[in-house]
């Protein structure tokens, strides 16, 4: 196939390699959704007397899926045609995603937000991404200990605590 054949001309003129369509057309239904939360969130009422309404993180979730979306969109416009789908497919990983995930949902109930994310956080981390530990841990407190904190104490909305007797002691 030639060069010629394997590309088309998009909306600006400028010539698309048929491998990228995929990518602009995933692109556009994910503005769309982060389109679709935002103004799905407005009818809920972004903040209320007690703190943020049931709309406002809809809101902020589109919001960012939509500056994400440009991002990705200049990002994939700078990169050299060739590149287009080089991007192997690792089903292990999403595997590894997918029920780490399910096991986490499971183990909130028990260990609580605290603890099972820092959990999650450091398996994927160390285990996943091979960073170092000292930044596995400092990344997973965060991620953890200070989201549950600015989620409770700042923001004032619950998130689930531990049931587990010796957790449940010590504030987990």
Request: proline letters at 5%; aromatic letters at 12%.
């Amino acid at each position: 196939m030639q060069l010629e054949e394997a590309v088309s001309n998009d909306a600006t003129g400028r010539r698309v390699p048929a491998g990228r369509w995929p990518i602009l057309i995933g692109q556009a239904v994910i503005a769309l959704v982060g389109l679709y939360a935002l103004l799905g969130s407005l009818s809920l009422g972004l903040w209320s007397s007690l703190g943020p309404g049931a709309g406002f993180f809809p809101a902020v979730l589109g919001i960012f899926l939509m500056v994400l979306v440009v991002l990705w969109f200049v990002q994939e416009r700078a990169k050299p045609t060739e590149d287009a789908g080089a991007e192997a497919f690792d089903s292990a990983q999403i595997w590894a995603v997918v029920l780490s995930l399910v096991i986490l949902a499971a183990a909130l109930p028990f260990l609580g937000f605290q603890l099972s994310v820092f959990i999650f956080l450091m398996y994927h981390l160390s285990f996943r991404a091979r960073i170092g530990w000292v930044k596995a841990v400092i990344i997973s407190l965060c991620g953890s200990v200070g989201v549950f904190y600015l989620f409770t104490a700042v923001l004032h909305v619950s998130l689930p605590v531990a049931t587990v007797p010796p957790l449940s002691m010590i504030g987990l």
